[in-house]
C-alpha cells in the first residue's frame, strides 16, 4: 500500500522556520522524483521544490528561492522541506508528491500557518 505521510507543520510567526518531512512506503522511493507543492485557501496548487531521484539537482519556485530547501534522504524513504524566513504569503497545506513514469503518488498534506 502506497503511503506519503507529511509532518512538521503548525504555526509560525513570519521570520520563523519549519522543516516537513514526508515519510515514504509502499513503492521503490530512491527511483522517484519527489516534489512538494502547496495550496493557498481560495488559489491553485502550485510546484514549490522538486529532488531528482538521487538527490543530485533540485529545483525552486521563484518566491521561494534563498529561503526554502528541499532534501531526500533515499536511507530513510523520506523526503524533506526546510522553510526559513517564512512569510504570511507562505500560509498553505503542503503536500509531498512522488512521479516516475506513469505513477504519481500524492499525500494528505500538512497546513502550514504564517502569523503573528
Known amino acids: 500500500q502506497v503511503q506519503l505521510v507529511e509532518s512538521g507543520g503548525g504555526l509560525v510567526q513570519p521570520g520563523g522556520s519549519l522543516r516537513l518531512s514526508c515519510a515514504a512506503s509502499g513503492f521503490i522511493f530512491r527511483v522517484y522524483t519527489m516534489n512538494w507543492h502547496r495550496q493557498a485557501l481560495g488559489k491553485e496548487r502550485e510546484l514549490v521544490a522538486s529532488?531528482?531521484?538521487?538527490?543530485?539537482?533540485?529545483t525552486y519556485a521563484d518566491s521561494v528561492t534563498g529561503r526554502f530547501t528541499i532534501s531526500r534522504d533515499n536511507a530513510k524513504n523520506t523526503v524533506y522541506l526546510q522553510m526559513n524566513n517564512l512569510k504570511p504569503e507562505d500560509t498553505a497545506v503542503y503536500y509531498c508528491?512522488?512521479?516516475?513514469?506513469?505513477?504519481?503518488?500524492w499525500g494528505q498534506g500538512t497546513q502550514v500557518t504564517v502569523s503573528s
Open positions: 529532488i531528482a531521484s538521487s538527490g543530485s539537482s533540485t
Open positions: 508528491n512522488a512521479k516516475f513514469s506513469l505513477f504519481d503518488h
